[in-house]
Nanobody
Framework: QVQLVESGGGLVQAGGSLRLSCAAS????????MGWYRQAPGKQRELVAT???????NYADSVKGRFTISRDNAKNTVYLQMNSLKPEDTAIYYC?????????????????WGQGTQVTVSS
């Protein structure tokens, strides 16, 4: 099985910074895109940022210029550096990874999610 384990959430004042990490482990042949999503109370889950295996990135307009996504392919880990945090960034942040693995000679591709990490930004 595959697991995504997130870390780095917490409470920070507006204008502060946090760095989230998400490490994938288990039966992994390759990881395609990885990304971060967030869900605030009473709202739907939304995309924050994604990064392909080749390093191409995509950001939500609300975080452009403040957040940076990166990954370490050797460690199967994706990071989210969050600067200039605002109260509206408060949410549970979820890691996502598109993972390819083989089982009994068959190829599988599946989307995995982490358990989520709380980010709270106080005003």
């Amino acid at each position: 099985q595959v697991q995504l384990v997130e870390s780095g959430g917490g409470l920070v004042q507006a204008g502060g910074s946090l760095r989230l990490s998400c490490a994938a482990s288990g039966r992994i042949f390759s990881i395609n895109a990885m990304g971060w999503y967030r869900q605030a109370p009473g709202k739907q889950r939304e995309l924050v940022a994604t990064i392909t295996s080749g390093g191409s990135t995509n950001y939500a307009d609300s975080v452009k210029g403040r957040f940076t996504i990166s990954r370490d392919n050797a460690k199967n880990t994706v990071y989210l550096q969050m600067n200039s945090l605002k109260p509206e960034d408060t949410a549970i942040y979820y890691c996502n990874a598109e993972i390819t693995y083989y089982s009994f000679g068959r190829r599988y591709e599946y989307d995995y999610w982490g358990q989520g990490t709380q980010v709270t930004v106080s005003s």
